[in-house]
């Protein structure tokens, strides 16, 4: 088991920043992929970015590419999303995520959600 508790959420206006964290513990971190989600109201949860174990390979949607980092400190356990130049459409609920492959697989392990909104 992988457990995984977000925080850093919180209202930021139009063109701010913000750094969500992820904290994990349970199993060896360093041998999951991790990856964010976010779900806005009405909408279905969606994919924001994944970094694989040693951080060499990460995926963005194109939604965020440019304005959104994430990283990882395997010393640390613990998994971030810089999120800069916010847009209200970024308001959502954002979830930590953990599975063992980069490019397939289910999302095994998820934390409980941190609210991020942005007011313009």
């Known amino acids: 088991q992988v457990q995984l508790v977000e925080s850093g959420g919180g209202l930021v206006q139009a063109g701010g920043s913000l750094r969500l964290s992820c904290a994990a513990s349970?199993?060896?971190?360093?041998?999951?992929?991790m990856g964010w989600f976010r779900q806005a109201p009405g909408k279905e949860r969606e994919f924001v970015a994944a970094?694989?174990?040693?951080?060499?390979?990460?995926n963005y949607d194109d939604s965020v590419k440019g304005r959104f980092t994430i990283s990882r400190d395997n010393a640390k356990n613990t998994v971030y999303l810089q999120m800069n130049s916010l847009k209200p459409e970024d308001t959502a609920v954002y979830y930590c995520t953990a599975r063992p492959d980069f490019t397939r697989g289910r999302w095994d392990y998820w934390g409980q959600g941190t609210q991020v909104t942005v007011s313009s």
């Open positions: 349970g199993r060896t971190f360093n041998n999951y992929v």
């Open positions: 970094i694989s174990w040693g951080g060499g390979r990460i």
